[in-house]
C-alpha cells in the first residue's frame, strides 16, 4: 500500500476541484456534454492503459468490453427491472471473465499479432451482436423512459451524469495509483518491458497478462453502462464498433500511454476538438475530427511515442512510473531495471 | 445433386475471391518480411486504388481494366513517397511507434476519403466489358467481374512473384529480407530497397482495389475490412511468406464461402476472424506453413 502523501492529498483536492468547477462556466447542455465525453473517454483511456500502457498489450478491440458493460446492463434492466447500478457490476465481472477467456489462449502473443488478435475478437464479437435476436440484432435497444431518480440512473440535468461519470473516472484513477505502486504494477512493467526477463525472474507473465486485461475490461465495461444510461439507446453499431477502439487508443496514446494522468489529458484534448468539430461541420464535415486525430497521433508517434505527457516528464520517471517504452533509448536501461528490482521486491 | 452443385458453386465463388485475397495479403506481407514493419494502413490503399478505379471510370471513362496500368505506378510511386515521408522514420522505433503510426495514417486516410468523397456507396463502371451476366460451367455459375477480378489478381501475383524471385532488384529485396545488415555489407543500397519495397507492396493491393472496383462496393471504410481480411490471410500464410499468402488467400476466400454456405452468410466474416484466432493462437508468428 503506498503511503499518503501530500502530493496525493494535492492530487486528489485538485480533481475533486476541477471536477466541480469546470461545470459552472456555462450552463450550455452542449458544453456540459464535452465534459461527461471528456470523463467518458478518460475513463476508457485509463482502463486502456492499464493494458496498454502498462502491460505493453496494444488492445484494439476494448469496443467488445464496452458493448458487454452496455448490453449486460440493459438486457438486465429491460428484461428484469434491475438497476442499472447492479447491472454495472455484473457488466463489469462479465467482462472481466470473457476478457480472461480470452486473455489466456493469446498470452503468447506479442506487439502487433496481440494487437491484430484483438481486433478480430471485436469485430468477430460485433458481427454476433448483430445477428444475436435474443438482444434485438442490428435493430439495437431503446432504454424504457424511468422516473428521475438515481436508482435508475437516468436524469433529465446534465450534472449527475457529470458526478457519476468523474466518480467512476476518480475510482479508476486510484485504482491505477494503487497498481502502479504496487507489487502488481511491476509485474505489469517488467512483462512490457521484457516478458523474456520478467519470465526468467519468475513472474507468472501469462497469470499477470490475464490480470491486466481483467482490470481493464472491467473499467471498459463499466463505461459502456454509462454510455448507454446516458444515451438511452444502445446498438451494436454505437457500442460495439471498431471506430470506439481506435479512438480508445488515441486518447491514451495522445495523452501518454503508460502515465496515470495521460489518457485524461488526451481526453481533455481530443473530445473538445471531436465534439466541437461534429457540431461546427455537421455532416459536411464527417470524419473531419478523425483527420485531425490521425494527424496529431502519426506526429506523436514519430516525434515523441510517449504522448504529450511525455513532453513535461523527458528522462525523468514520476513515481516509478518509466512513461517510455521498452526500446526508447532514454529510460530503456533504468525504466526497466527499476521494473525488474521493484518485482524482486528490492526497490 | 442439388446440394452438391450449390457445394460447388460455393467453392468456386470463394476460389475466385480467394485469389484475390492472395494479391492483397501478398504485400501486407512482403513489406512485414522485408521491413520488419506490420502496416495497419494497408487496407487504406485497397481503398485508394478503389477510389482511382472509380475517378478514372467517371472522369476519363476509363475501364479499370485500362486504368490499372496507370494506377499501378501511381501508387507505387504514392508507396515510396509514404515511405520516404514516414516509414522510414519508424524502422528503427519502437513498437508503438509503429503500430501508431501506421494506425494514424490509416485513420487518416479513410476519413480523408470520407471528407472528400463522402460515404456515398458506389461502383465503379465498366467500359470495356459491357458483360455483367454469369458464365454458366456445368450449372456453376461465376460472375464475370469476380472473373475478371480473380483471372486480373492471379496476373499481377505472377508478375509481382517475377519480380521478386528472378530479377536483380528482387534478389535484393529477398536478401535485405533474409539479413539487411549483410545485404549492407554486399552493398545492396537498403533505403532504395525499402523504398521499392513499400512502392511494391502498396501496387499489390492497390491493383486488388481496382480490380475489386467494378463489383465491390467503394466506400471510405472499406479498407479497415480488408485489413482484417489480409492481417487473417498472412497470419495463416505466415508472416513474410510469398508462397504463403498466395495459399492462405485461397484458403481465407474458400472458409469465408463455406461458412455462408453451411452456417450463414451473416456471420461469415465472422468464421474468417475466428480461424485467424484459432491458427494464430496455435501458430503464432508462423501460420500454417511456416517453421
Known amino acids: ?347 | 445433386m442439388l446440394v452438391n452443385v450449390g457445394l460447388v458453386q460455393a467453392l468456386m465463388s470463394g476460389l475466385l475471391m480467394g485469389f484475390v485475397y492472395s494479391l492483397i495479403a501478398l504485400g501486407l506481407s512482403l513489406i512485414y518480411g522485408v521491413m520488419d514493419v506490420v502496416n495497419f494502413a494497408h487496407g487504406e490503399f485497397l481503398m485508394l486504388g478503389m477510389f482511382l478505379a472509380y475517378w478514372f471510370s467517371v472522369l476519363f471513362r476509363l475501364d479499370p481494366l485500362i486504368a490499372i496500368f496507370i494506377i499501378i505506378p501511381v501508387l507505387f510511386l504514392v508507396g515510396v513517397g509514404i515511405y520516404k515521408g514516414l516509414i522510414k522514420r519508424i524502422l528503427n522505433g519502437t513498437r508503438i511507434s509503429q503500430i501508431l503510426t501506421t494506425f494514424g495514417l490509416s485513420v487518416f486516410m479513410a476519413n480523408m476519403a470520407m471528407f472528400l468523397w463522402t460515404p456515398n456507396y458506389r461502383l465503379a463502371e465498366r467500359h470495356l466489358t459491357s458483360t455483367t451476366g454469369d458464365l454458366s460451367i456445368f450449372g456453376v455459375y461465376l460472375g464475370v467481374p469476380e472473373l475478371i477480378a480473380s483471372v486480373g489478381s492471379i496476373l499481377v501475383f505472377a508478375f509481382a512473384y517475377y519480380l521478386i524471385r528472378f530479377t536483380r532488384t528482387g534478389r535484393a529485396i529477398q536478401a535485405t529480407s533474409i539479413d539487411s545488415e549483410g545485404a549492407r555489407l554486399v552493398g545492396i543500397n537498403i533505403d532504395n530497397i525499402y523504398a521499392i519495397t513499400f512502392g511494391l507492396g502498396i501496387s499489390c493491393v492497390g491493383a486488388a482495389g481496382v480490380l475489386l472496383a467494378t463489383f465491390y462496393y467503394i466506400f471510405p471504410y472499406v479498407g479497415t475490412f480488408f485489413s482484417m481480411i489480409a492481417f487473417a490471410t498472412v497470419a495463416l500464410g505466415g508472416f513474410g511468406s510469398v508462397e504463403g499468402s498466395f495459399v492462405a488467400g485461397i484458403l481465407i476466400g474458400i472458409i469465408e464461402s463455406l461458412g455462408g454456405f453451411f452456417i450463414s452468410p451473416a456471420v461469415k466474416y465472422a468464421i474468417v476472424f475466428m480461424t485467424y484466432m484459432v491458427v494464430i493462437i496455435l501458430r503464432p508468428a508462423t501460420g500454417l506453413f511456416g517453421w
Open chain 1, 1 to 347: 500500500m503506498p503511503k499518503i502523501s501530500r502530493k496525493t492529498v494535492v492530487t486528489v483536492l485538485l480533481y475533486v476541484g476541477a471536477v466541480v468547477i469546470a461545470p459552472l462556466f456555462s450552463k450550455a447542455p452542449f458544453y456540459r456534454h464535452v465534459l461527461i465525453m471528456v470523463g467518458l473517454y478518460g475513463l476508457l483511456g485509463v482502463a486502456w492503459n492499464i493494458m496498454g500502457g502498462y502491460t505493453g498489450l496494444y488492445s484494439f478491440g476494448q469496443s467488445a468490453f464496452f458493448g458487454i458493460g452496455a448490453y449486460t446492463s440493459t438486457m438486465m434492466l429491460v428484461k428484469a427491472g434491475v438497476s442499472p447500478w447492479i447491472g454495472m457490476l455484473c457488466g463489469g465481472i462479465l467482462a472481466a471473465i470473457v476478457a480472461a477467456g480470452v486473455a489466456y489462449p493469446t498470452s503468447r502473443l506479442r506487439g502487433p499479432y496481440f494487437t491484430i488478435a484483438s481486433q478480430a475478437f471485436a469485430r468477430t464479437f460485433q458481427i454476433l451482436m448483430t445477428n444475436w435476436d435474443y438482444v434485438e440484432g442490428a435493430i439495437g435497444i431503446p432504454l424504457p423512459l424511468m422516473p428521475d431518480t438515481w436508482r435508475f440512473m437516468q436524469f433529465k440535468d446534465k450534472i449527475p451524469y457529470h458526478i457519476i461519470i468523474f466518480g467512476l473516472l476518480g475510482i479508476a484513477i486510484l485504482v491505477c495509483y494503487y497498481i502502479a505502486n504496487s507489487r502488481t504494477g511491476y509485474y505489469f512493467r517488467a512483462i512490457r518491458d521484457s516478458e523474456q526477463v520478467a519470465s526468467a525472474l519468475g513472474i507468472n507473465t501469462v497469470r499477470q497478462r490475464i490480470i491486466a486485461a481483467m482490470l481493464s475490461a472491467f473499467f471498459t465495461a463499466i463505461a459502456g453502462t454509462f454510455y448507454a444510461q446516458y444515451v438511452l439507446y444502445i446498438d451494436p453499431e454505437s457500442v460495439t464498433h471498431h471506430a470506439l477502439s481506435i479512438e480508445i487508443v488515441m486518447v491514451a496514446a495522445v495523452g501518454g500511454a503508460g502515465t496515470i494522468w495521460g489518457p485524461v489529458l488526451g481526453a481533455a484534448i481530443l473530445m473538445p476538438i471531436s465534439q466541437y468539430a461534429r457540431a461546427a461541420l455537421g455532416g459536411a464535415g464527417r470524419g473531419i475530427d478523425l483527420i485531425i486525430y490521425g494527424v496529431i497521433i502519426m506526429v506523436i508517434a514519430l516525434v515523441r511515442p510517449t504522448g504529450i505527457l511525455g513532453f513535461f516528464q523527458r528522462e525523468r520517471t514520476i513515481e516509478g512510473e518509466g512513461g517510455d517504452d521498452v526500446d526508447t533509448t532514454i529510460t530503456a536501461g533504468t525504466g526497466s531495471d527499476d521494473a525488474v528490482r521493484g518485482a524482486l521486491g528490492q526497490s
